[in-house]
């Protein structure tokens, strides 16, 4: 009998301390908002987006230039005004990360580029 009571009492201490693990954790969730990836990204991190995105976009300007210049036998014309749209495309790019750097986290229309 007294067995049942210590186990009793062991299973209530148990439960009180899991309440009061539970109201820990919910107060912990409702203090902390829901973060986003990229948010957490270091400058050295962002840096090197901002190069891959212009790397990018030489390098799908190339192979596009380069792939219609050989069909067409166009030999540098394509190639040289599709790296040319490239370099474009991947500046604007890199602009458009240099903005969202500077701008708050969780702030509405950060997904649209705006």
Known sequence: MAEDDDHDTARARDAERLRQLEAKLGDRAAKEPGSRGEEHFSQANMAWRMVTELVAGLGIGFGIGFGLDYLFGTTPLLMVVF????LAAGIKTMMRTA????????KPGDDKGE
């Open 99 to 106: 903005k969202e750097i500077g701008s708050a986290p969780g």
């Open 83 to 86: 790296v040319l749209l490239g």
